[in-house]
């Protein structure tokens, strides 16, 4: 495969769609991205975890700015996140990050789609060129797609794949697929 990489599997996610499902209002509290008039996130839900601080985001354009990210109040909602994000054993440890970027918790509900885009020119996307997705909850009919490959992300996997180049992701199962995305520095 040229552009999916699976870079780890076994990744114990339970813990955390445990602190999710309690947390159901984290679900939407920022929809910018899925509002956004040509946005191809319009059929998903977030869950900013990491961004660029809210005081900051006047306007569509200051997405595109560099900025540092914060924690938002997700990230102490959901303990399990921890040591998935930092620390030892960590995929930032594993990708040997020198800088995290955003993250976020997307879900994609039955029947939805992520419509075809890349993040080409997006100051955030080529200034953290690792971009990593770990299922948290799929099913074998939700497929995601890179150019012309297609594969089905499994449940506690993590993957790193060109979010310069088109890709999209279809749900077609009866469950929604929630994934973590984890932007990080690389050198």
């Not at 990489?5 to 991205?33: E, F, H, T, Y």
């Not at 020198?98 to 200034?127: F, M, R």
């Amino acid at each position: 495969m040229r552009h999916f990489q699976k870079i780890a599997s076994g990744i114990d996610v339970v813990p955390l769609l445990m602190q999710l499902n309690r947390n159901v209002d984290l679900w939407d509290a920022n929809p910018a991205r899925r509002l956004w008039p040509t946005s191809a996130h319009k059929a998903m839900r977030d869950i900013w975890v990491r961004m660029r601080a809210p005081n900051e985001l006047a306007g569509p354009e200051t997405y595109n700015t560099p900025h540092l990210s914060v924690w938002y109040p997700a990230f102490h909602a959901l303990p399990a996140l921890r040591p998935i994000l930092v620390g030892p054993s960590s995929i930032q440890a594993r990708c040997e990050s020198v800088h995290l970027g955003a993250v976020l918790i997307t879900k994609v509900p039955p029947g939805c789609q992520i419509d075809p885009h890349n993040d080409k020119g997006a100051w955030h996307s080529e200034y953290h060129n690792c971009k990593v997705y770990i299922p948290l909850q799929g099913n074998d009919r939700c497929t995601n797609t890179c150019a012309d490959e297609t594969v089905v992300m499994r449940t506690g996997e993590a993957w790193i794949f060109d979010n310069l180049v088109d890709h999209s992701v279809v749900n077609a199962g009866e469950e929604d697929r929630i994934t973590l995305i984890i932007s990080m520095r690389v050198e």
